[in-house]
C-alpha cells in the first residue's frame, strides 16, 4: 500500500476538520497550481491552544497530516506548538512515502502560519525568521 | 461493491485468451529457433499468430508484424530505428503531439539531447490534434511523424487516417502509438497509411508484458536488443509463444465484438459523463464524441484528485487520476495541461475507463459517490470556500 494505516485513518476519518469562525489565529499555507493548500485555525487562552481546526485541499497525505498536526497540538501551549516538527508528524503517521514529506512541511508550516496570525492580532513580537516566507516551491524542491 | 473502471490502465484478462495460452504452454514445448519437430510446431504456432495479427490489423504479410515485450518497446523502437536511420541522410525533425505517452515523448527527449529536433503540436481543447497543425509543423528534414491513435487519459481519438494519407503525400513516415485503440476502435495499417504501429495486448484482454510492432515492409528497424536472429533478427530473446498466443486470441475476440461492444460501452460512458455533467463546477475533459467507447474523464473545481480516487477506492470504485500526487511529480497531468486546463483544476481529475461488463447499476453507483465524495472534499477545501465566497474565480 502507497500509506500506512495511521495515514489512511487520519485521511478518512480527519480530525479536527472544519472552519472555525471566531478564531484567534488562522494561517493559510500552500498552493493551488501545487495541488496543496491547508487552512488551519486555532483558539487560544492564556498561552493554550485549547481548539484546533483545520481545512485542506490536497491529496491523501495532506489531508491526514493536516489532522494529524491538529491532534498534536490541542491542548499545548503556543511554544510547543511551533516546535512541532514536519518529522514528528510523519513519525505518528508511521511515515510517508518520499514524494509526499512536502506535505508534512506544510502542515508544520500551517501550524506556524497559524502562529504568526495570532501573534500580528495581539501585537506580540516575535522573530520573523521562523516563519514561513511564503514561497512554497522552497519547501516542495527540496522536500520532493 | 467493488468496481473496476480502471480499464485504459490495464484488462482483466479474457478466458478464452488465458485458455490459449495454457493450452499453448502445454502443447508447444519446443523452442522455435530449435530444429527439431517440437521446436518446429512451435515455430508454426509463431507463424500462425504473427500471420493473424497481420491480419487482424490489416497488414499485407506476417512479416510486417514483430513481437515485443509491450506498447512501450515498440514505441521506442519505432522512434529510436526511425530516427537513427534518417540521421544520417540529414533528415533530423521529429514532429509528434504535446500530449502523446512518456513512452513517446521521453524518446523524443532523448533524441532532442542527441541533436534532434523535436516539434510538438498543440492540441486543442478538444483533445484532438489538427491535421493541418501537422502539416505546417513538417518540413523538408521531418523524418517521422508519430500521432497516437488514442490519448490515453482523455480517450480522444486523433485523425490518424488523414495524418496517414498526410504523410504519405509527403513522403514522411508516420508511426502511431495505437496501444489505447487496437482492439477497440476500428485500425487498418493499409487503409489508414500507417507505416509503424505499436500495440499491447493488455489493453484489450490480452496478458502483459506482450505487445507487437507493425513496420510496413520496406521500414527498417533497428535493435534495441541484440542476440539471437530472432524477429527477423529485430528483437533477439526466445519469443514469448504462450503470451504472443493469448495476445492473439484476445485481438481475435476484441476485433469480432468490437461494433458490439462499442455500442454496450457508448451507452454506459454516455450514461456517466452526463450523471457526473450535473457535478457543478466540472468539465468533461476531451471531446464528447470523438473518444474511445470506455473513456470518462473529468475535472472537478477546488478537490485534488488523490484524494478523491482513495475515496472512491474505499467505496468500492476503482479509477485513475492525473493529479500531480498521482504522476509522482509536482505537475498535474502533461495531457490536461497540453488542452489548456489550468493546473488548479487540472489536479482536480479523474479517469473512468470501462468495460463492457460495467452496467447501468455500476455506472449509477459511480455517479453518487462521485458526486458524494465531489461534495465532501469540497466541503473541506479552503480553495472551494474562497471560491463560493467570491475571492477566487471559478475556472469550470
Redesign the interface.
Known amino acids: 500500500m502507497l500509506y500506512s494505516e495511521k495515514v489512511?485513518d487520519h485521511?478518512?476519518n480527519?480530525r479536527n476538520?472544519?472552519?472555525m469562525e471566531d478564531a484567534d489565529g488562522v494561517g493559510?499555507v500552500g498552493n493551488?497550481?501545487?495541488?496543496?493548500?491547508?487552512?488551519m485555525y486555532i483558539k487560544v487562552r492564556d498561552g493554550i491552544i485549547v481548539d484546533v481546526k483545520f481545512?485542506?485541499?490536497?491529496?491523501?497525505?495532506?489531508?491526514a497530516t493536516s489532522s494529524m498536526a491538529t491532534e498534536m497540538i490541542k491542548g499545548k501551549s503556543i511554544e510547543e506548538a511551533l516546535e512541532l516538527s514536519n518529522k514528528a508528524v510523519v513519525e505518528a503517521l508511521d511515515g510517508l512515502p518520499p514524494?509526499?514529506i512536502h506535505c508534512s512541511v506544510l502542515a508544520e508550516e500551517a501550524v506556524k502560519a497559524a502562529v504568526k496570525d495570532y501573534y500580528d492580532r495581539n501585537g506580540i513580537e516575535y522573530d520573523k525568521e521562523q516563519f514561513c516566507s511564503g514561497d512554497c516551491e522552497h519547501c516542495?524542491g527540496h522536500n520532493? | 461493491m467493488r468496481i473496476y473502471a480502471d480499464n485504459a490502465a490495464t484488462t482483466k484478462i479474457s478466458d478464452g485468451a488465458l485458455r490459449a495460452m495454457v493450452e499453448c504452454a502445454q502443447k508447444y514445448i519446443g523452442n522455435p529457433s530449435s530444429l527439431h519437430t517440437s521446436g518446429q510446431l512451435a515455430a508454426e504456432e509463431l507463424y500462425r499468430c504473427r500471420e493473424k495479427m497481420a491480419s487482424l490489423l490489416g497488414a499485407n504479410e506476417a512479416r510486417e508484424i514483430y513481437f515485443t515485450s509491450g506498447g512501450s518497446e515498440a514505441d521506442n523502437q519505432a522512434i529510436f530505428s526511425t530516427a537513427y536511420r534518417f540521421r544520417s541522410k540529414g533528415k533530423t525533425h521529429i514532429v509528434s503531439t504535446a500530449f502523446e505517452h512518456h513512452a513517446v515523448l521521453h524518446v523524443l527527449e532523448r533524441l532532442e539531447k542527441e541533436g534532434f529536433e523535436v516539434t510538438l503540436v498543440p492540441v486543442n481543447e478538444d483533445g484532438i490534434v489538427k491535421v493541418e497543425d501537422i502539416e505546417r509543423a513538417i518540413t523538408d528534414k521531418t523524418c517521422l511523424v508519430t500521432v497516437m491513435a488514442a490519448n490515453n487519459e482523455i480517450g480522444t481519438l486523433q485523425p490518424i487516417a488523414e495524418i496517414g494519407k498526410l504523410c504519405r503525400e509527403k513522403g514522411v513516415l508516420f508511426h502511431t502509438d495505437a496501444v489505447q485503440a487496437v482492439g477497440h476502435v476500428k485500425i487498418n495499417v493499409e487503409e489508414m497509411n500507417i507505416d509503424l504501429l505499436s500495440l499491447s495486448a493488455h489493453k484489450f484482454n490480452g496478458p502483459r508484458g506482450v505487445g507487437a510492432l507493425y513496420a510496413r515492409r520496406g521500414v527498417i528497424l533497428k535493435n534495441l536488443i541484440e542476440g539471437g536472429a530472432q524477429e527477423r533478427g529485430k528483437r533477439a530473446g526466445t519469443e514469448n509463444l504462450p503470451a504472443i498466443v493469448g495476445m492473439t486470441a484476445a485481438l481475435e475476440e476484441a476485433v469480432a465484438s468490437l461494433d458490439a461492444h462499442a455500442q454496450k460501452l457508448i451507452t454506459l460512458r454516455d450514461r456517466l459523463i452526463a450523471g457526473l455533467s450535473e457535478i457543478p463546477h466540472s468539465v468533461l475533459n476531451g471531446d464528447k464524441e470523438n473518444r474511445l467507447p470506455s473513456n470518462v474523464n473529468f475535472c472537478f473545481e477546488g478537490i485534488e484528485g488523490e484524494s478523491l480516487l482513495l475515496l472512491l477506492d474505499d467505496r468500492g470504485v476503482e479509477a485513475s487520476s492525473g493529479s500531480a500526487c498521482t504522476s509522482g511529480s509536482l505537475d498535474p497531468s502533461h495531457v490536461l495541461l497540453a488542452i489548456g486546463r489550468p493546473k488548479d483544476v487540472a489536479h482536480g481529475s479523474l479517469r473512468l475507463t470501462l468495460a463492457v461488463e460495467n452496467t447501468e447499476e455500476e455506472v449509477d453507483y459511480i455517479i453518487k459517490n462521485t458526486r458524494e465524495v465531489v461534495e465532501y472534499l469540497r466541503s473541506i477545501s479552503p480553495v472551494w470556500e474562497e471560491l463560493e465566497k467570491g475571492e477566487r474565480e471559478f475556472i469550470l
Open positions: 489512511m485521511f478518512k480527519p476538520v472544519g472552519k493559510e493551488v497550481k501545487c495541488g496543496d493548500i491547508m487552512k481545512n485542506t485541499f490536497g491529496c491523501g497525505s495532506a489531508i514524494a509526499k516542495c520532493d
